[in-house]
């Protein structure tokens, strides 16, 4: 595996590369995950020692140097492409497979590894570049075209919805290319019983009907409208709280935006929470809601739905291919009132919620780890029958 994203920086590419790694390395595979090198700040920023995370005995963390780069985690890092690198990884051990999650600096290294080394690369888009084309400093025309031409120098392509090759142009993809999920811990992530539903309500002070969003605080996130619909749920006389998880650049930034719709006791901050307290604040939960118009996927998306909980989800990108009727609500990602109406009717209908978290549990089941395990098993074996060992 190599990667410019990787942990200490949390995200869903992170989490879906450590879930995959750990389940390969379960089933008898040996893994090598070829990531960036953190500072010391990157691992104090998510409160947690500077140490590798245990992925099993099969699995086995490289660091290589890097530099930092503007995002809005505040973590980023890309790794140095070494002009060596193949020679080190013969020597260490030719690997039958290369899977590549990175585009852009250590991903150049994996195209010259399979290149020389005759190994077959794969390679899966995590990114949609439009959803991030304010943020990013050449056109988003320019940037596609690159992704394009990285992917099209790979074996095979993959990505976590059909959305992320319908924005690249599906006929400039040469390669066989197919979607993959990022894969849902469904027994971490899992519904509770009513009655420690309201004893784990009582113990962390929920007394109100509770809206969650988790995920990285950025920008593109678009988590303004649901402050902005917070407001209007308030002015028209509906008692409720949103709770927000995860870290960002863009927290002060939404904190002045809370304050100044008189909404700021309404709205409570709770940083970056490990998985376990994610999954248990999920599931005791009202429902969950996300905005934001720059998903591939949004694995929070579908632990939301694992957790047995209704989701609000904006009309954008991937979040339709995972969001139905049955499960959840499509909303115009700029409408905070059409989103309060929505929010409101979904808070005031418990029968309404049990059903669509019953709907969606049954939605992140077909993403859970063991099946998206068997996806890639099926296609690293298809890749060295196209292209066998010499």
Same mark, same amino acid.
């Given at each position: ?253 939404? +904190?002045?935006? !809370?304050?100044?719709? $008189? =909404? %700021? ?7 970056? *929470?490990? #998985?376990?307290? &994610? ?81 969606? +549990?049954?939605? !992140?089941?077909?993403? $859970? =780890? %063991? ?7 099926? *296609?690293? #074996?298809?890749? &060295? ?6």
């Amino acid at each position: 595996m190599f990667t410019d994203y990787f942990f200490p920086e949390l995200g869903g590419i992170q989490d879906s590369i450590a879930t995959i790694s750990r389940s390969l390395g379960s089933r008898g595979h040996q893994v090598d995950i070829y990531a960036p090198r953190y500072a010391g700040p990157d691992y104090r920023r998510i409160g947690v020692p500077i140490r590798e995370r245990d992925l099993g005995e099969n699995v086995r963390v490289r660091r290589r140097p890097s530099l930092p780069f503007p995002s809005s985690t505040r973590q980023s890092r890309a790794a140095l492409p070494s002009p060596i690198a193949p020679a080190l990884l013969a020597v260490r051990g030719k690997p039958d497979v290369i899977h590549t999650h990175s585009f852009f600096g250590i991903g150049l290294e994996a195209l010259l590894n399979g290149a020389v080394l005759g190994i077959p690369v794969i390679g899966t888009n995590h990114t949609t570049i439009a959803g991030f084309g304010p943020h990013i400093s050449i056109s988003v025309r320019r940037a596609s075209a690159y992704v394009t031409w990285f992917h099209n120098r790979c074996d095979h392509v993959t990505a976590p919805s059909q959305s992320v090759f319908a924005e690249l142009g599906m006929a400039k993809l040469r390669l066989p290319h197919q979607v993959i999920s990022n894969p849902i811990d469904t027994r971490l992530f899992t519904p509770v019983h009513p009655d420690e539903r309201a004893a784990l309500r009582a113990q962390r002070g929920l007394t109100v009907p509770t809206i969650t969003y988790a995920g990285r605080l950025g920008p593109e996130k678009n988590i303004e409208v649901l402050l902005h619909a917070m407001a209007v749920l308030r002015g028209h006389g509906v008692d409720a709280e949103l709770i927000i998880a995860g870290h960002g650049s863009h927290e002060p930034i939404l +904190r002045m935006l !809370a304050a100044e719709l $008189g =909404i %700021d006791r309404q709205v409570r901050f709770l940083g970056t *929470l490990a #998985q376990e307290d &994610l999954a248990e604040l999920l599931r005791i939960s009202d429902t969950f809601a996300i905005m934001s118009t720059s998903e591939t996927q949004s694995m929070v998306l579908l632990q939301a739905m694992a957790s047995g909980i209704p989701v609000v989800a904006a009309d954008s990108r991937a979040l339709p291919e995972f969001v139905s009727p049955a499960n959840g609500v499509l909303v115009d990602p700029h409408d905070p009132v059409t989103l309060a109406r929505v929010l409101a009717d979904i808070l005031a209908s418990p029968e309404r919620r049990r059903t669509m978290g019953s709907a969606g +549990r049954e939605t !992140a089941e077909r993403y $859970g =780890i %063991d099946s998206v395990t068997d996806r890639w098993e099926a *296609l690293y #074996q298809s890749a &060295l029958q196209r292209n066998p060992a010499e």
